[in-house]
């Protein structure tokens, strides 16, 4: 079978393309022809196809053009661009990821017209979302998905910004107004959470499927549990990790807190922590994989404290291999992959108390934590077999390419 993957990069930026590379690599090994389309950004890894791919735009600089603004709604160039590609390449089926804003709903109509039939994985809520996260001014928000559209402008959700947020409010309105999505021959939401959002928004219950998530990795051998709490991914404000660093400063002697990842809050919880869990804290900085491996295996908890509805955080199967118990916000697609006091402990978003009870309760009782992350990596055999996920993809290729 021939397969093209199009995702707007094409290096490893985040769980997205973790995750088509991932799967890629695994139906290039079953001999199944893989290729990538993606816009032409400097650090991209694959790039056979790359005088196909369209100019990357940057779209973080305070002030855009129009004309580079209008192409984050719908882009020509990557819609003409692709459809040489698809002429040379000719695939039997295109998977896609994320699009939005780079390349943008117009390589679906691309494929239409091709008749290739499509489906897309949804990493996160952008289908429903203008901003992907379903949240917004300090809040879980889902009136866009409620189809009250003109709220992303009224709210400045894109950004902080009315420009970049009427640019999203444009974007969708064109997608829906042309029934672009509806186009998918396959729309596979890796959470019941999301899968349900899809569906209320409209979209045919034959074509939404749930697909739970799944990434291609090794368990991590069980190692001491060392007297630390970890928390690993981006240092942003939705990621709740100021309120970790509250809790962890509410909470008794026995708890700390390593933080790996960086983002845009790193300043802001550095003094959130000068001043709620001195000398409680540790920052590391981006960690690579072996080593955050490493960390999860030693960790008495991985830690997910999000206020906004994740939808099927990476990490927690990164932790589930490691044998980790994981402690997490009860909002979003995360109480799927987590039962409260089977592979962790939830707690509700934002409460500071409950979350610090719960790292003070895995922090003097080892055997406990250890019994949680031997029920996670039960689970991730069980539930989120790697192996068995791309079987189910395999098939639903073959479905929409018969």
Known sequence: MRIVHVNKFLYRRGGAERYMFDVARAFKRRRHDVFFFGTAHPDNVEGEYRRYYPPYHDFAPPRVGLRTALAAVWSRAAAEKFQAFLDDVKPDVAHLHNIAYHLTPAVVAALARAGVPAVMTLHDYNLLCPNHYFYSRDEPCFRCAEKKYFSCITRRCVKGKFGASAVGYL??????????????????????????????????????????????????????????????????????????????????????????????????????????????????????????AGLMASARAVVVPSRWPENTPAVILEAFAAGAAVVASRIGGIPEMVEDGVEGLLVEAEDVRGLGAALELLAGDVRKGRKLGAAGRARLARDYSFKEHMARLLDVYREVAA
């Open 171 to 292: 974007a969708h309105l064109v997608a829906r107004r042309k029934k672009i999505y509806h186009k998918l021959a396959r729309i596979l939401a890796p959470s019941a959470f999301l899968s349900e959002k899809v569906r209320a928004a409209g979209y045919d219950d034959a074509r939404v499927r749930f697909l739970p998530p799944a990434i291609d990795i090794r368990e991590t051998r069980a190692a001491r549990k060392e007297n630390f709490f970890l928390y690993a991914g981006r240092l942003a404000p939705q990621k709740g990790v100021d309120v970790l660093i509250q809790a962890v400063g509410l909470a008794g002697p026995k708890v700390r807190l390593k933080v790996a990842g960086s983002g845009p809050e790193i300043a802001n919880l550095r003094e959130t922590a000068r001043g709620y869990a001195a000398d409680k804290v540790e920052f590391l900085g981006h960690v690579d994989a072996r080593r955050l």
